[in-house]
């Protein structure tokens, strides 16, 4: 887990791991109307087989001292209108990164792996 300094205070240095982006930037892009979940890589999908959850799942994060430029890997729902989907979860993560550790945010990369469809099953049920 890398860290970097992003200010000095009266008594030290503030470091922010990179770690502790992601998992800002993870929840804030999961709470976007639309995202069915997000999508890890096959480490991470195996640590959580072995049952450590993975809070950062599907975000990738570069911090320099001062800047953030984060990647974010999702699945949508069937039906939603992907671009406005990606404009939210850009606009909730930088700024729930840049209010929540300071770092100005260059760049949140939106990037769509697959779409989520509602099982025939549930439709039905809904239909009744």
């Known amino acids: 887990m890398s860290e970097n300094t992003i200010g000095e205070t009266m008594g030290g240095v503030v470091k922010i791991a990179e770690e502790v982006v992601?998992?800002?930037a993870a929840v804030a892009?999961?709470?976007?109307k639309g995202v069915a979940s997000?999508?890890?890589?096959w480490?991470?999908?195996?640590t959580e087989a072995l049952g450590k959850k993975n809070l950062a799942k599907g975000?990738?994060?570069?911090?320099?001292?001062?800047e953030a430029?984060?990647?974010i890997y999702i699945t949508v729902e069937y039906g939603v209108r992907i671009p406005e989907v990606a404009w939210e979860i850009q606009e909730r993560v930088k700024s729930a990164v840049e209010s929540m550790t300071g770092l100005k945010v260059v760049e949140?990369?939106?990037?769509?792996?697959?779409?989520k469809f509602?099982?025939?099953?549930?439709?039905?049920?809904?239909?009744e």
Do not use: F
């Open 38 to 41: 997000m999508v890890g890589s």
């Open 108 to 115: 949140v990369n939106i990037h769509v792996q697959g779409i």
């Open 22 to 24: 992601a998992i800002i």
């Open 59 to 66: 975000v990738k994060v570069q911090v320099g001292e001062k």
């Open 43 to 46: 480490t991470g999908n195996i």
């Open 118 to 127: 509602e099982k025939e099953e549930q439709k039905e049920e809904v239909a």
């Open 69 to 71: 430029a984060i990647d």
């Open 29 to 32: 892009a999961s709470e976007v």
